[in-house]
């Protein structure tokens, strides 16, 4: 049988060998890549990606998009043959995650629908209705939601639904949902986030940077970033994004104790795992055998 891995690198050599031909540059190919990633030709940007790396072998960027589209094909390729539900589950939870870091939302929402298909839970429809969100599909975030048995609603999709509502011009309705989001002490990051968006688009100022702050401070260091990077950008924060007070929330330090690196015999159990810089340093040696093979 045929590795997973040595199959993905094999779908687009006869692309690569003509692009040699064609004495295209490794910046040619690497712009190649870039523009059919976007167009979500995954395995012909696999094949522009790895005639650039090959062409330059230290161009770190070059090895990060290389080892990106490799990911992402064989993570297709999985999700299409896996017949164990639980394991189907994680792949395609672990593919939308991929799409949605890079923001490929248009290919996103399709993995999430068929996630939400499968599931049918609080979880899965908090998934699709997040990226839906994403690109402003928010009557389908809504129904989605709304549709949603009303014993499985937690406060992420509770406040998600206000979020949904209020960008359609429903403020009351979205008020109304405010009432009933429920933080408390050991409510989980997502859905203080999820509810300081809520209360940013409802008018409720000062509770949204609560909210916010707490969230900031409940997630670990590693993760913050992209946090406050997500925050920055979304539009449900456009009323604050030039207030004092948001600036300052954005500098919200984490409380959650983390190391750089626990020092284990692997990164199993590691909270840091795939981020830090042992992690990417060796998903970066490992591609650039990959590229030399």
Same mark, same amino acid.
């Given at each position: 049988?045929?590795?997973? #891995?040595? *199959?993905?690198?094999?779908? $687009?050599?006869?692309?690569?060998?003509?692009?040699?031909?064609?004495?295209?540059?490794?910046?040619? !190919?690497?712009?190649?890549? %870039?523009?059919? *990633?976007?167009?979500? &030709?995954?395995?012909?940007?696999?094949?522009?990606?790895?005639?650039?790396? #090959?062409?330059?072998? +230290?161009?770190?960027?070059?090895?990060?998009?290389?080892?990106?589209?490799? =990911?992402?094909?064989?993570?297709?390729?999985?999700?299409?043959?896996?017949?164990?539900?639980?394991?189907?589950?994680?792949?395609?939870?672990?593919?939308?995650?991929?799409? @949605?870091?890079?923001?490929?939302?248009?290919?996103?929402?399709?993995?999430?629908?068929?996630?939400?298909?499968?599931?049918?839970?609080?979880?899965?429809?908090?998934?699709?209705?997040?990226?839906?969100?994403?690109?402003?599909?928010?009557?389908?975030?809504?129904?989605?939601? =709304?549709?949603?048995?009303?014993?499985?609603?937690?406060? +992420?999709? #509770?406040?998600?639904?206000? /979020?949904? *509502?209020?960008?359609? $011009?429903?403020?009351?309705?979205?008020?109304?949902?405010? %009432?009933? /989001? $429920?933080?408390?002490?050991?409510?989980?990051?997502?859905?203080?986030?999820?509810?300081? =968006? *809520?209360?940013?688009?409802?008018?409720?100022?000062?509770?949204?940077?609560?909210?916010?702050?707490? @969230?900031?401070?409940?997630?670990?260091?590693?993760?913050?970033?992209?946090?406050?990077?997500?925050?920055?950008?979304?539009?449900?924060?456009?009323?604050?994004?030039?207030?004092? &007070?948001?600036?300052?929330?954005?500098?919200?330090? !984490?409380? /959650?104790?983390?190391?750089?690196?626990?020092? $284990?015999?692997?990164?199993?159990?590691?909270?840091?795992?795939?981020? @830090?810089?042992?992690?990417?340093?060796?998903?970066?040696?490992?591609?650039? +055998?990959?590229?030399?093979?």
């Amino acid at each position: 049988m045929v590795p997973w #891995r040595l *199959l993905g690198l094999g779908l $687009g050599m006869a692309l690569l060998l003509s692009a040699v031909a064609c004495g295209e540059t490794a910046q040619d !190919s690497y712009a190649r890549g %870039k523009a059919l *990633l976007a167009q979500g &030709e995954f395995e012909r940007a696999l094949a522009a990606f790895t005639s650039a790396a #090959r062409a330059d072998q +230290s161009n770190r960027e070059y090895l990060e998009q290389y080892s990106l589209a490799r =990911r992402l094909v064989l993570l297709r390729q999985r999700l299409e043959t896996e017949q164990d539900p639980d394991r189907w589950a994680y792949l395609a939870r672990s593919l939308h995650a991929l799409y @949605c870091g890079e923001g490929m939302f248009s290919a996103a929402i399709p993995v999430a629908e068929k996630i939400h298909a499968r599931l049918n839970d609080e979880s899965s429809a908090v998934v699709l209705a997040e990226t839906q969100l994403a690109v402003n599909r928010n009557a389908e975030a809504a129904g989605v939601l =709304r549709a949603l048995d009303k014993q499985k609603a937690t406060a +992420s999709s #509770r406040a998600l639904l206000g /979020v949904a *509502l209020a960008r359609q $011009g429903d403020v009351q309705a979205a008020r109304e949902i405010v %009432k009933d /989001v $429920g933080l408390g002490q050991d409510t989980p990051p997502q859905a203080r986030y999820a509810a300081a =968006r *809520l209360y940013a688009l409802t008018g409720y100022s000062a509770q949204a940077v609560a909210a916010l702050a707490a @969230c900031f401070e409940s997630v670990p260091p590693s993760r913050q970033a992209n946090l406050k990077e997500h925050a920055n950008r979304c539009p449900d924060f456009a009323a604050l994004a030039s207030t004092a &007070e948001f600036a300052k929330v954005l500098e919200t330090p !984490s409380k /959650v104790p983390e190391s750089a690196c626990s020092g $284990g015999s692997g990164c199993g159990a590691c909270p840091m795992r795939g981020n @830090c810089a042992k992690a990417q340093s060796g998903r970066l040696t490992g591609a650039s +055998s990959d590229i030399a093979a």
